[in-house]
């Protein structure tokens, strides 16, 4: 037909560059913040960059452990596994894991998860725990 022009196909799916991610607190606004008021600073910083969740997988036992991986879900249900150690967020997002866990010096093993829910405001953490002695409990907070 005359006239008509090719339609482009649309169906390529978006690809998201995690390296784009501003996921950093302002630095002046974090060192006058109160300890309590960081993860207030977090959950803006999630939110303007359109993270509906941050969540963090952690393990450890026996004096070591930590955060294991990090997956950002997006404002479009997306989710992407990004390595936060270069934006300054880290320390306050991981701060529940050692809250709970201290340095992970106990005889067992524990595992689970921490997540920011960025509409709720809100931070859960659950997991199991499990000690030498075989008992096993689950928490969730």
Do not use: H
């Amino acid at each position: 037909m005359k006239g008509k022009k090719d339609k482009k196909d649309l169906s390529e799916k978006f690809v998201f560059r995690a390296d784009l991610l501003d996921l950093n607190v302002d630095a002046v606004a974090l060192e006058g913040c109160e300890e309590d008021n960081k993860p207030q600073l977090v959950f803006d910083v999630l939110k303007k960059n359109k993270i509906e969740l941050l969540t963090i997988n952690f393990s450890g036992g026996g004096d070591s452990g930590g955060a294991d991986d990090w997956t950002l879900t997006m404002g479009d249900g997306s989710d992407v596994s990004v390595d936060l150690d270069k934006f300054n967020i880290t320390d306050i997002c991981e701060k529940p894991i050692y809250d709970k866990f201290y340095g992970f010096a106990f005889n067992g093993s524990v595992s689970g998860s921490v997540v920011w829910n960025v509409s709720q405001r809100r931070v859960y953490i659950s997991g199991t725990e499990t000690m030498d002695d075989s008992e096993s409990k689950e928490y969730e907070l």
